[in-house]
């Protein structure tokens, strides 16, 4: 009895719950009785799991937590206790392995959507059906895979998917699906495979009208029109060096399903091969390449844009090779229906890659519209979207053609210029007054191109292209009014101090005056420093001050946003900082004077101080600055992009 009773005590708190819930024949095989099998399962603890199993077997196939899931589907959840998943798929039936939770996920769905592919060979090698069964909302484990960007598992299960275990998932609607997945992960070495192998999936549509070059033209971060660079990252763009196979010299496809494969990656080894010393030929193209790769070391950004042109190359080789594909159908409606929706979506999200490769493989596509029968370059002037606008630049004089369409409702090109841009591209640009601007930059630059008729005619509304300009900016107007008027005062209250302390310096000098009124220091190099500082300063500040007070007096039309406000914001700004430099110049020569002659090492830390408040306005005004003087005396926005004909 004392014996019992100190072995009982020995074992664990968990082994003891075990023993209670395992005993306990009259309590139902709820959550509850199965909650220490489900906090081994968590854990990964091994032998409490396989305690539980011991002594009762339905444990294995039970389902023991509040989404139905089994004990081998919360191990391999977990990702980290594959042995465990070996033993457990060892002591299950084939069949059991098909189990699913209330979602209608098996093993090798979790497996799929964790990413945990040591778990998904396991599983396939002993059931390998799981492949090609469907949850709840039909996916496929592959498709799970792909949705949740697991290149690995997805690679592996794409190596191992069998034809003749059940429907190929590689072929028909379920195949143009996983291509869609696939595209949206941004896997677009592995697509590019996979349409190269399959090339009919890119002329499939999907029940609710989505296909594969319709997913490439929401893909905008795929291409560099949508993906921003700065200085820097565009100069080492253009530099760093990346090869690419040539797809369209490509032998006959890979063989995906090959009982041999191992791997996806295995059979369809890619289009990109970085740093292949076999593709270079010559001396100098080994350093270059040799150099890029010690730059790496030293520059981690390099491997990061070298990824981001890969992919670039990659997303335009894929379009290139979905639009031959669809041109290769010989019924131009059936074209016409898998590249008019991708068009206008491009327009609209203003990949100009996109509609520059649909409009070269189909001339017709220019003439697609959307529901409000909206042409391709119109919907990009409603959308703002001036990369895809600009291919008008690249045309030759059938340019004016696309500028004489009129919409359903009478709207000329130049109506839609004057409605109010979608906010998400107001917001590209700070506060409401540069927000106007822009907007007024692109009225005119629809204005250019429009014969003179259109820019007074009246569309079914009784509306000219100025009314509906005025009409839809009515609000912007007064948010400009109110920005500029705001930033106006604050810099208004700057100015004046600085020309009220800068203007008592002046007649309070440093060091006194001498009994003739002259400065004592007058003679000292640093005296002029403070005399032309201060001078500078009070200069400087004053035109700064009248400028901000002309902002706030003036009418606000709206083409006073266009150059006159914007200007006079300029110069406000430019002198009110170069007041502030100055002033901080006299203010330290004014102390060198009276506390640091004979002493140079005061100097040091006199400039660091100085510079702190310099500092301060540059960062916090100066991007203001350099966005108002880009957008007002800078290149534009609008303006031929390349020399390559488009149309």
């Not at 589907?73 to 039936?93: D, F, S």
């Not at 029968?373 to 979207?385: D, G």
């Not at 208004?492 to 009994?515: E, K, M, R």
């Given at each position: 009895?004392?014996?019992?009773?100190?072995?009982?005590?020995?074992?664990?708190?968990?082994?003891?719950?075990?023993?209670?819930?395992?005993?306990?024949?009259?309590?139902?095989?709820?959550?509850?009785?199965?909650?220490?099998?489900?906090?081994?399962?968590?854990?990964?603890?091994?032998?409490?799991?396989?305690?539980?199993?011991?002594?009762?077997?339905?444990?294995?196939?039970?389902?023991?937590?509040?989404?139905?899931?089994?004990?081998?589907?919360?191990?391999?959840?977990?990702?980290?206790?594959?042995?465990?998943?070996?033993?457990?798929?060892?002591?299950?039936?084939?069949?059991?392995?098909?189990?699913?939770?209330?979602?209608?996920?098996?093993?090798?769905?979790?497996?799929?959507?964790?990413?945990?592919?040591?778990?998904?060979?396991?599983?396939?090698?002993?059931?390998?059906?799981?492949?090609?069964?469907?949850?709840?909302?039909?996916?496929?484990?592959?498709?799970?895979?792909?949705?949740?960007?697991?290149?690995?598992?997805?690679?592996?299960?794409?190596?191992?998917?069998?034809?003749?275990?059940?429907?190929?998932?590689?072929?028909?609607?379920?195949?143009?699906?996983?291509?869609?997945?696939?595209?949206?992960?941004?896997?677009?070495?592995?697509?590019?495979?996979?349409?190269?192998?399959?090339?009919?999936?890119?002329?499939?549509?999907?029940?609710?009208?989505?296909?594969?070059?319709?997913?490439?033209?929401?893909?905008?971060?795929?291409?560099?029109?949508?993906?921003?660079?700065?200085?820097?990252?565009?100069?080492?763009?253009?530099?760093?060096?990346?090869?690419?196979?040539?797809?369209?010299?490509?032998?006959?496809?890979?063989?995906?399903?090959?009982?041999?494969?191992?791997?996806?990656?295995?059979?369809?080894?890619?289009?990109?091969?970085?740093?292949?010393?076999?593709?270079?030929?010559?001396?100098?193209?080994?350093?270059?390449?040799?150099?890029?790769?010690?730059?790496?070391?030293?520059?981690?950004?390099?491997?990061?844009?070298?990824?981001?042109?890969?992919?670039?190359?990659?997303?335009?080789?894929?379009?290139?090779?979905?639009?031959?594909?669809?041109?290769?159908?010989?019924?131009?409606?059936?074209?016409?229906?898998?590249?008019?929706?991708?068009?206008?979506?491009?327009?609209?999200?203003?990949?100009?890659?996109?509609?520059?490769?649909?409009?070269?493989?189909?001339?017709?596509?220019?003439?697609?519209?959307?529901?409000?029968?909206?042409?391709?370059?119109?919907?990009?002037?409603?959308?703002?979207?001036?990369?895809?606008?600009?291919?008008?630049?690249?045309?030759?004089?059938?340019?004016?053609?696309?500028?004489?369409?009129?919409?359903?409702?009478?709207?000329?090109?130049?109506?839609?210029?004057?409605?109010?841009?979608?906010?998400?591209?107001?917001?590209?640009?700070?506060?409401?007054?540069?927000?106007?601007?822009?907007?007024?930059?692109?009225?005119?630059?629809?204005?250019?191109?429009?014969?003179?008729?259109?820019?007074?005619?009246?569309?079914?509304?009784?509306?000219?292209?100025?009314?509906?300009?005025?009409?839809?900016?009515?609000?912007?107007?007064?948010?400009?009014?109110?920005?500029?008027?705001?930033?106006?005062?604050?810099?208004?209250?700057?100015?004046?101090?600085?020309?009220?302390?800068?203007?008592?310096?002046?007649?309070?000098?440093?060091?006194?005056?001498?009994?003739?009124?002259?400065?004592?220091?007058?003679?000292?190099?640093?005296?002029?420093?403070?005399?032309?500082?201060?001078?500078?300063?009070?200069?400087?500040?004053?035109?700064?001050?009248?400028?901000?007070?002309?902002?706030?007096?003036?009418?606000?039309?709206?083409?006073?946003?266009?150059?006159?406000?914007?200007?006079?914001?300029?110069?406000?700004?430019?002198?009110?900082?170069?007041?502030?430099?100055?002033?901080m110049t006299a203010f330290s020569a004014s102390l060198y004077l009276l506390f640091g002659l004979k002493r140079a090492w005061i100097l040091i830390p006199l400039a660091a101080l100085a510079c702190l408040p310099i500092t301060s306005f540059v960062s916090l005004q100066f991007p203001l600055l350099v966005d108002v003087i880009s957008s007002t005396y800078g290149p534009g926005i609008f303006g031929k992009q390349s020399d390559q004909p488009f149309y």
């Amino acid at each position: 009895m004392a014996a019992a009773s100190c072995l009982q005590m020995a074992k664990s708190p968990a082994e003891l719950d075990v023993n209670r819930s395992v005993q306990n024949t009259k309590q139902a095989k709820d959550r509850s009785y199965y909650l220490p099998l489900y906090k081994a399962a968590l854990r990964g603890n091994w032998e409490i799991i396989k305690k539980f199993i011991d002594q009762d077997e339905d444990a294995l196939t039970a389902k023991i937590n509040a989404i139905s899931m089994t004990t081998l589907q919360v191990v391999i959840g977990t990702g980290q206790y594959n042995q465990m998943v070996q033993k457990l798929v060892q002591l299950m039936p084939t069949e059991a392995l098909a189990l699913t939770d209330d979602y209608g996920n098996n093993a090798l769905s979790v497996a799929a959507i964790i990413g945990n592919k040591e778990a998904a060979s396991i599983l396939v090698k002993k059931n390998p059906s799981l492949l090609h069964m469907r949850n709840k909302r039909g996916l496929l484990p592959i498709m799970r895979a792909a949705s949740n960007a697991h290149k690995s598992t997805l690679m592996f299960l794409l190596g191992v998917h069998k034809e003749d275990v059940g429907p190929c998932s590689l072929r028909g609607q379920a195949g143009v699906e996983l291509l869609i997945s696939i595209i949206d992960s941004g896997f677009f070495d592995v697509a590019l495979d996979l349409v190269r192998c399959y090339p009919h999936l890119v002329t499939l549509k999907l029940d609710n009208g989505d296909s594969v070059l319709k997913a490439m033209a929401r893909k905008s971060s795929a291409f560099p029109s949508g993906t921003p660079l700065s200085l820097w990252q565009r100069i080492l763009y253009s530099c760093v060096p990346v090869n690419f196979e040539n797809y369209s010299k490509t032998p006959d496809g890979f063989d995906i399903e090959s009982h041999k494969a191992q791997e996806f990656g295995q059979l369809c080894h890619g289009s990109v091969q970085l740093g292949a010393g076999k593709y270079y030929t010559s001396v100098s193209q080994k350093l270059h390449e040799k150099l890029w790769e010690a730059a790496k070391l030293f520059m981690p950004e390099v491997t990061r844009i070298k990824r981001i042109k890969v992919m670039h190359h990659q997303a335009l080789n894929l379009v290139e090779r979905i639009c031959n594909e669809i041109l290769s159908l010989d019924d131009a409606t059936t074209q016409a229906s898998l590249f008019a929706a991708p068009i206008l979506q491009a327009a609209e999200l203003g990949i100009h890659e996109i509609v520059e490769k649909i409009v070269d493989a189909f001339p017709d596509a220019m003439f697609s519209r959307d529901e409000e029968s909206h042409y391709v370059l119109e919907v990009a002037v409603i959308n703002r979207c001036e990369n895809v606008f600009n291919l008008i630049y690249q045309m030759n004089d059938y340019k004016h053609y696309p500028t004489l369409l009129i919409d359903e409702q009478g709207n000329t090109m130049l109506h839609l210029a004057g409605r109010l841009a979608p906010p998400h591209k107001l917001d590209l640009k700070s506060g409401a007054a540069l927000q106007m601007q822009r907007e007024l930059q692109w009225f005119q630059a629809v204005e250019k191109l429009v014969i003179p008729t259109y820019k007074e005619k009246k569309n079914d509304a009784k509306e000219t292209p100025a009314m509906v300009f005025t009409t839809q900016h009515k609000d912007l107007v007064l948010g400009g009014e109110k920005w500029m008027k705001d930033t106006s005062y604050s810099c208004t209250i700057v100015a004046a101090l600085i020309a009220t302390v800068v203007f008592a310096a002046a007649i309070t000098v440093p060091g006194g005056d001498n009994s003739n009124g002259l400065p004592n220091f007058r003679k000292d190099i640093i005296f002029l420093v403070f005399a032309v500082s201060d001078a500078m300063s009070l200069f400087t500040s004053t035109t700064s001050l009248l400028m901000f007070l002309s902002i706030l007096t003036s009418r606000y039309a709206e083409s006073d946003f266009l150059r006159v406000l914007p200007k006079r914001l300029i110069i406000g700004l430019v002198t009110l900082f170069l007041s502030i430099t100055t002033m901080m110049t006299a203010f330290s020569a004014s102390l060198y004077l009276l506390f640091g002659l004979k002493r140079a090492w005061i100097l040091i830390p006199l400039a660091a101080l100085a510079c702190l408040p310099i500092t301060s306005f540059v960062s916090l005004q100066f991007p203001l600055l350099v966005d108002v003087i880009s957008s007002t005396y800078g290149p534009g926005i609008f303006g031929k992009q390349s020399d390559q004909p488009f149309y």
